[in-house]
């Protein structure tokens, strides 16, 4: 069965950082684009970040846009989302996916079960 595992969710105070992770397993998900959404409690879940299969080009949400970068390491299978300059309302469920590219959460195929990332004022 194929799944996406996130990593590296926690809880920061406003300004810091964390580094999440996502790693496949079942297969590989080269070939595919993969995305960053996010969910807070009483919204929709919402585009963060997207790259494409072979890293070549990036699409942010204005929102996190210059404060957040998202990177994929084939060797490795994994994508990463490094958050910096963190916010209070960046407080979410953060979920990994694979898919087309694009931002709307139907054009991804493969969800994790996501990580949660609370930021402290």
């Known amino acids: 069965q194929v799944q996406l595992v996130e990593s590296g969710g926690g809880l920061v105070q406003a300004g810091g950082s964390l580094r999440l992770s996502c790693a496949p397993s079942?297969?590989?998900?080269?070939?595919?684009?993969m995305g960053w959404f996010r969910q807070a409690p009483g919204t929709d879940r919402e585009f963060v970040a997207a790259?494409?299969?072979?890293?070549?080009?990036?699409n942010y949400a204005d929102s996190v846009k210059g404060r957040f970068t998202i990177s994929r390491e084939s060797a490795k299978n994994t994508v990463y989302l490094q958050m910096n300059s963190l916010k209070p309302e960046d407080t979410a469920v953060y979920y990994c996916?694979?898919?087309?590219?694009?931002?709307?959460?139907?054009?991804?195929?493969?969800w994790g079960q996501g990580t949660q990332v609370t930021v402290s004022s």
């Open positions: 079942g297969r590989t998900f080269i070939r595919y684009s």
């Open positions: 996916a694979a898919g087309s590219w694009g931002t709307s959460e139907h054009q991804y195929d493969y």
């Open positions: 790259i494409t299969g072979g890293g070549g080009s990036t």
